[in-house]
């Protein structure tokens, strides 16, 4: 990558953008940092086809749009991460005229897995709830049957949700649509939960 900005090793915007427009692989900006982002496993990416397929599914006709992976989303004016899913359902604002960096997304998916899990919770999470337009926000487990969703109420407080039951249901009320656990784990197969050696049988 190209010499840093700053004597913290920093990166303007600016300097990101131009670095990533012309990137093979993808990278988030957060705060002047710049992370490489890990290739996806095959749970991860039928996980978020099935749910960009059930969005787009529903929504057509309707004047929203559902984006998967790579619509680069300024999160903040100092975040632009990309979503795994991502619904607008205004009128599509873009930063420039570039047209690839979205302004006002409506609801957003993070897949979590190992080794992003601890970012999509911690600096995504509250960079995505800082950006008003945002309404709800969702996590989507890839290693067992869980979904948890945040709501953004006319206060600005968030409600929390989780569903776990394979036959369960969410409502994207914000979007109009619902996504059942059977429709996002499609195809899907977790591992066997470990089995636990009963105390009888430890060695002494």
């Not at 057509?60 to 100092?78: H, I, Q």
């Amino acid at each position: 990558m190209k010499q840093m900005s700053s004597e913290e090793g920093l990166y303007t915007v600016e300097e990101y953008l131009a670095f990533e427009r012309v990137a093979e692989l993808k990278h988030e900006y957060i705060s002047g940092e710049v992370v490489a982002m890990a290739g996806a496993t095959r749970e991860h990416i039928l996980i978020t086809g099935n749910i960009a397929q059930r969005l787009r599914n529903q929504l057509e006709g309707k004047p929203c749009e559902t984006y998967s992976n790579d619509m680069r989303v300024r999160a903040t004016p100092t975040t632009y991460v990309y979503p795994d899913v991502v619904v607008v359902c205004d009128e599509p604002q873009f930063e420039d005229s570039e047209f690839d960096i979205l302004l006002n997304p409506t609801v957003v998916f993070e897949v979590l897995s190992k080794s992003t899990e601890a970012r999509d919770r911690g600096e995504k999470f509250s960079d995505y709830r800082a950006n008003k337009n945002v309404k709800e926000i969702i996590f989507v487990s890839q290693h067992r049957s869980r979904v948890e969703q945040y709501v953004r109420q006319p206060n600005d407080e968030w409600t929390f949700h989780e569903v776990t039951d394979p036959a369960g249901l969410i409502t994207l009320a914000s979007i109009e649509c619902t996504l059942s656990l059977t429709e996002i784990y499609e195809r899907v197969q977790f591992p066997p939960p470990r089995q636990l050696r009963s105390v009888e049988s430890q060695p002494q």
